[in-house]
């Protein structure tokens, strides 16, 4: 299997513009995984798709993200007016099976925001 | 609460040395599983293992070996014979029951020097 790829691995951005991150998940996997990891901490989940219906957000999420997965394939985070704090290592991960099955995680999108 | 601690912020060693990485969990589900995962500097999280809180016994893999005691409510990692490519963060990771994600650890920086 192709494992799991993220577009762009790194992306610069000036506060106040919106962003797009996309994934795409390894493939007949139908649970997908958003995290976000800031500097010298861990993964924190951010939202989870069970094919295209979004079933889980974390607080995390503020109104400024949305995420979308269309016909429960690829999937993509948006983030609306970047914020300094915004900027961290957006993780995207996907699985089969149960809730409690392997999640397998792509190399990341790191997002500066200047 | 359902909570992970790795409380090796960092560990330095020389080539060839054993080390043991510590990981402390609190959950109040009664079946679980327990994760880990390496984070190599390129940023990619790397499934190595997943237990069955059921299974107690030790998981020998090469030069890695995960010793969980239910008791303690630990999953330590242990690496035999260290080797620089080692070098990365690891993390330990819990799915609270039910729910579709995984919580992480803090994380343990692992340095290996030749």
């Not at chain 1, 219906?53 to 949305?66: P, Y």
């Amino acid at each position: 299997d192709t494992g799991v790829s993220q577009d762009p691995r790194h992306k610069i951005t000036k506060r106040g513009q919106n962003v797009t991150f996309r994934c795409d998940p390894i493939s007949e996997h139908n649970r997908l995984y958003w995290y976000r990891q800031t500097l010298g901490q861990g993964p924190e989940f951010l939202t989870y798709f069970q094919n295209e219906a979004q079933l889980e957000k974390s607080r995390l999420l503020s109104d400024r993200f949305s995420a979308e997965r269309p016909k429960g394939s690829f999937s993509t985070l948006e983030i609306q007016r970047t914020e300094q704090g915004d900027s961290a290592m957006y993780l995207c991960a996907s699985s089969s099976g149960g809730a409690s099955d392997t999640q397998y995680f792509g190399p990341g999108t790191r997002l500066t925001v200047l | 609460a359902q909570k992970v601690t790795q409380a090796q912020t960092e560990i330095s060693v020389v080539e060839k040395e054993d080390v043991t990485l510590d990981c402390v969990y609190e959950t109040r589900d009664t079946t679980y599983y327990l994760f880990w995962y390496k984070q190599p500097p390129s940023g990619e999280l790397v499934f190595l293992i997943r237990r069955n809180s059921f299974d107690e016994q030790n998981e020998i893999s090469g030069r890695y070996s995960w010793n969980f005691q239910k008791s303690t409510s630990s999953f330590n990692f242990t690496i035999t014979a260290s080797q620089v490519v080692d070098s990365a963060v690891y993390f330990c990771a819990l799915p609270p029951g039910g729910y579709n994600k995984l919580i992480f650890g803090a994380g343990t920086r692992l340095a290996v020097h030749p």
